[in-house]
């Protein structure tokens, strides 16, 4: 049977062509003889005793992958079990799959084991429910919550009862925090308990309630109120504590009506003395249980007593909701809470968790207000630490702040400068990174402004840690360093003497200007004289600026103004670069690029075009833009900035991460001028090949907003790059980015490139080829996307047509408004949008681009084309089976193809798409295509023509497709070399195919030709084995049969022996398909020589 299945294919691929080429020439009667036959595969049958085997065998085959599987699920390694999870199919060892899953640890196949449940959910699993509600819903991790709420779903559709039974369980036993809650909210959507059920159960179900209602989670008292009120049962409802039903009556809106107003008696009569009203004060509002009592009392109804020690311990979320329950409450309580603030701070100090120290920075906030001195001392001290993380820096430097507003003098105590020792001092084990010592030393200097006392220890300490960070590289800690420095310099000044000593004159005199000033002594005011006008200069300029003459480059730059761009001081460069673009955009001729000046002037701006300080870099940008737009010739600017360099320091200007947006607009605008485009002008912009260059060598390494904005820039004025083959290798690098946005500024800038013709494919391809293999098919796909959109192929919506029905008749015109209409250059390009269409899967978009295929003139078809035009229609008609009107036109294509193109080129593509070994259905239609262009009276002509493309392509199978198997391309070719040898003789045949005297094909003509080969050719496909009897010679069978027809004409005396019986009749009827039954020398010999195919019944 596997021998068979290995030949034939299995019998479930035995199935009637899907693909209808219902056109009126293809004829199965007429054209089926003229090439090699596809097997059918035989219907099995058997007797009794052979079903009976074949069922004991598949029984022991289920017990083995049983045992199997089980094995699988207890393997040592976690990769095999999820497989073995994963394979799982039924519930038939339903209790192996519960032990398994009860078991389980590992998060990833936990997961797939809850999928497994899910997907083959069954009563016979309802043992494993409370596994499922333990380690799925109630699992604190996302996905696999969702993953055990989908289970227990599936598992509420076959056992209902049991899957309740197991949630109201876990309301009351689950061990995890999550499980109680998770429980309720799941009977309260997805898996609502059943009326019998309830009418049955309701007093377990209120326990239950009742208990998750009075839990001390928030969120768990919600859930429970949540499912009280889904249920809507008496007897919950009525085992609910006195909140929860106030709360339940809220939601269900059944709160007591207002009483209604005293009924008005009559009037009093006229001159009666006016009635007294005793107006009533509303009852006081009963104030808050929490609100101003003692502290141990509110925290001992949150279940939280001394000693505080222990009561932080536990699991993470049970410590975080002890923490939070201690920070809603110590805040607004009163008492002694000296020990409960040393416990918090040792909570914070060494927890772990993140989630946790968040409520535990909290906590110390909210019990300075009850600590003692000794409290508050240690919580500064757990609090400092916490400023390294920098999620947690902001939280931290509030809750310090809290803590030093009630007792500012804790700053100096000697605990905390220990603890700034260890957390600011340079060397130390456990020193914040910058941000954090920020932090410090800002929490710091609003304490040292606050605290009344300073002792000098203390003082000098913090003297010292602050002149240690005042020259420091990182911008904010710097200034938070001086700023602290200078509110100690408020002390008495030999407290700070030596730390200010230790810094230098520049950053001392900074330090000693932030003091607050004191107040002068009265003096005479003097008039302060009037401020001299200076000249402002506009860049870049709102209008281009006309420039008659030339101007010298001395002149504008002299020796003097390049020397100072040199300086060392950073504020003299600055002022010589005010100065010379003031110079540069002022009035005046233009510049001669041929002038030395104006070569030296750019050179010594590159160095501060590419300056680290980014104050120098944005005034170094204008003045070279500025100077270039000074030259008068265009091209000469160009050729200019490519010669000093200078575009390659612009276009790394603008990717520079560190760069701020005004920076980087400036580099652009330099950019721009080194790409010959004056700011504010109308000039052409051209990227020529420098400057792609240097854009590619900027984006090589580039990352962030620098390298969005480079190449955003560069798909907009991608229409005036030419030669852009340059930028192909950087922009895959790009394209294989993980930030979103660099890889869709690089997509965008490849498809304006392309668009343009400025990139080639070629050169994508290769730069792909080069690029790492990890994300290349990734990268292709969207390369192919980008060369489909730049392909000119139009789709042009049709426009609505106008209804003549009145407005109130008018429902719209739905055919003409939706249905496309492709426009295709060529055939090439209307295949290749059917192609499109299907793997879109835009059935009105292969509708148009079919009849645009089946519009061309099929005479013009070459080989690759009518390629092409087959593959398309057989995939087309395989995708638009349903579509009359797609169908239609892809039949029309294939029956142009078979019939209209070239003969020789059309029966050489279908020999090439066999030749690639497509599926059944594929190959059936091709082989009905060739079986129609070998039919057709054209093949003949093309072969008296000597159109070889054909031929070409025999042997091209020949060579390739190897002989030990079964292969319908192998017997097409030599169907096809057959009818050509008795059309134009064994030697044109040779000849025009191009082969060898001693290739395959070459023998297989000059075997059916009557010569002796010059090599073995097997005449038959190998599983076809020679009939007793039967020679291989093919001249031998030729001469056979020649010698049957002429006993059938009457010449017997030279047929020995004579003709099988009913052969004649079989050689004089034309049309039949199928052979008489006879000898099998006749089946031999008909099946070597005929060009038609005997069909066995």
Request: proline share 8%.
């Amino acid at each position: 049977r596997e021998q068979k299945e290995q030949r034939c294919g299995p019998q479930s691929l035995r199935t009637t062509s899907a693909v209808p080429l219902n056109t009126p020439v293809i004829d199965l009667g007429r054209a089926s003889h003229l090439f090699a036959p596809l097997r059918q595969k035989k219907h099995q049958t058997g007797t009794a005793q052979k079903i009976a085997a074949r069922d004991a065998r598949r029984k022991k085959e289920r017990a083995t992958t049983a045992k199997m599987s089980a094995e699988a699920l207890a393997a040592s390694k976690w990769q095999d079990r999820r497989e073995a999870w994963e394979s799982i199919t039924n519930a038939a060892d339903a209790e192996t799959l519960t032990t398994h899953l009860a078991k389980e640890t590992n998060g990833a196949v936990l997961d797939a084991a809850l999928d497994a449940v899910a997907r083959v959910a069954a009563p016979e699993l309802a043992p494993a429910l409370p596994y499922v509600v333990q380690k799925g819903l109630a699992n604190a991790r996302g996905a696999t919550q969702r993953r055990g709420l989908r289970a227990v779903v599936a598992l509420q559709q076959v056992a209902p009862s049991e899957t309740t039974d197991a949630l109201v369980d876990g309301i009351t036993t689950s061990k995890n925090a999550r499980g109680p809650s998770a429980c309720a909210k799941a009977l309260t959507t997805e898996c609502a308990p059943s009326t019998a059920w309830l009418s049955s159960h309701s007093d377990r179900l209120a326990t239950a309630v009742a208990k998750l209602a009075s839990a001390a989670n928030g969120d768990a008292r919600k859930a429970a109120v949540d499912l009280a009120v889904a249920v809507d049962d008496p007897v919950v409802f009525q085992k609910l504590p006195e909140n929860a039903k106030k709360a339940v009556a809220k939601l269900r809106g059944n709160t007591p009506p207002p009483p209604p107003p005293p009924e008005a008696g009559p009037p009093p009569p006229p001159g009666s003395p006016p009635k007294r009203v005793t107006i009533k004060a509303p009852p006081r509002k009963a104030p808050s249980p929490e609100k101003g009592d003692d502290l141990l009392a509110a925290l001992a109804r949150r279940n939280i007593t001394p000693p505080f020690d222990a009561a932080f311990q536990g699991k993470w979320d049970a410590r975080r909701e002890k923490l939070e329950a201690v920070a809603s409450v110590a805040r607004a309580c009163s008492g002694d809470g000296e020990a409960l603030a040393l416990a918090v701070a040792a909570a914070c100090e060494a927890e772990p968790h993140a989630a946790v120290a968040k409520a535990a920075i909290s906590a110390c906030a909210s019990v300075a207000g009850v600590a003692g001195v000794v409290g508050r001392r240690a919580l500064v001290v757990a609090l400092l630490p916490r400023l390294r993380d920098a999620k947690l820096a902001s939280q931290a430097s509030q809750a310090l702040n809290d803590v030093s507003t009630i007792q500012p003098e804790v700053v100096f105590d000697d605990a905390t400068v220990r603890a700034a020792t260890d957390a600011l001092a340079a060397g130390a084990k456990r020193r914040l990174p910058p941000q954090g010592r920020a932090c410090g030393f800002r929490w710091a200097s609003s304490a040292f402004a606050a605290s009344s006392k300073a002792p000098p220890l203390s003082t000098k300490a913090w003297a010292a840690l602050c002149a240690a960070d005042c020259s420091d590289a990182h911008g904010p800690l710097r200034a938070a360093a001086r700023d602290a420095l200078s509110a100690l310099c408020q002390r008495p000044r030999a407290d700070v003497k030596s730390a200010l000593q230790m810094l230098d004159a520049k950053t001392r005199a900074k330090v000693l200007e932030r003091k607050e000033p004191q107040k002068p002594a009265a003096a005479p005011k003097r008039k302060p004289p009037p401020p001299k006008p200076q000249e402002v200069v506009v860049w870049p300029p709102p209008h281009i600026t006309e420039r008659t003459g030339t101007i010298a480059a001395c002149d504008l730059a002299p020796t003097s103004l390049r020397a100072t761009l040199r300086a060392p001081s950073e504020q003299r460069r600055a002022k010589a670069l005010a100065e010379l673009l003031k110079r540069a955009a002022g009035p005046g001729g233009g510049l001669d690029a041929r002038e030395a000046d104006a070569d030296r002037v750019l050179r010594e701006l590159r160095p501060l075009v590419g300056d680290a300080r980014a104050s120098l870099r944005a005034p170094a940008c204008d003045c070279a833009a500025a100077w270039l737009d000074r030259v008068r010739n265009r091209d000469d600017a160009r050729k200019l900035a490519a010669k000093t360099g200078l575009v390659v320091e612009a276009a790394a200007a603008v990717v520079d991460a560190g760069a701020l947006t005004a920076y980087r607009a400036a580099a652009l605008r330099l950019l721009q001028s080194c790409c010959g485009k004056r700011c504010a002008s109308d000039d052409a912009l051209v990227i020529d090949e420098n400057g792609a260059k240097a854009m590619a060598k900027a984006l090589q390494n580039a990352s962030g907003a620098g390298a969005v904005a480079l190449l955003t820039w560069l798909a907009k004025h991608a229409d005036a790059c030419d030669i852009g083959d340059a930028l192909a290798s950087p922009l895959i690098t790009r394209l294989y980015d993980k930030a979103r946005a660099p890889k869709d500024a690089a997509l965008e800038c490849v498809t304006a490139l392309v668009q343009k013709g400025a990139l080639d494919r070629s050169a994508l391809e290769t730069a792909l080829d080069a690029a790492p293999i990890v994300g290349r098919r990734v990268v292709a796909q969207l390369l192919e996307g980008v060369f489909r959109e730049a392909s000119p192929i139009k789709v042009v919506k049709r426009v609505p047509q106008a209804s003549p029905l009145p407005a109130a008749f008018d429902f719209g015109v739905a055919d003409d408004a939706s249905t496309p209409v492709v426009e295709a250059a060529s055939p090439t390009e209307a295949f290749a949008a059917i192609e499109a269409a299907i793997d879109n899967g835009d059935r009105p978009a292969l509708r148009a681009a079919a009849a645009a295929a089946a519009a061309f003139d099929a005479s013009t078809f070459t080989r690759d084309t009518c390629g092409g035009a087959m593959r398309a229609a057989i995939a087309g008609a395989r995708f638009a089976e349903r579509d009359a009107a797609a169908r239609a036109s892809l039949d029309e294509v294939a029956r142009k193809t078979a019939l209209e193109a070239p003969r020789s080129s059309a029966i050489a593509a279908a020999l090439d798409l066999l030749r690639g070994a497509p599926d059944r259905v594929v190959a059936n239609h091709l082989a009905r295509l060739l079986t129609l262009g070998l039919r057709d009276p054209a093949w003949g002509r093309a072969l008296d023509a000597r159109k070889g493309d054909a031929l070409v392509a025999c042997a091209e199978v020949f060579d390739s497709v190897s002989a030990e198997a079964p292969s319908l391309a192998l017997d097409a070719a030599k169907t096809v070399a057959a009818s050509a040898v008795d059309r134009i003789g064994s030697d044109a045949v040779i000849a025009l195919s191009g082969a060898a005297e001693d290739s395959p094909l070459a023998c297989l003509v000059r075997a059916l030709a009557g010569a002796p080969p010059l090599m073995n050719v097997e005449t038959s496909s190998p599983e076809q084995k020679p009939l007793a009897g039967v020679s291989d010679d093919v001249a031998a069978l030729r001469r056979r049969k020649d010698a049957w027809r002429r006993g059938c004409a009457g010449e017997a005396a030279r047929t020995v022996p004579g003709p099988p019986p009913d052969i004649c009749g079989w050689f004089a009827n034309e049309e039949t398909w199928r052979a008489p039954r006879c000898v099998p020398d006749m089946w031999a010999a008909w099946c070597a020589v005929s060009r038609r195919l005997p069909f066995v019944d």
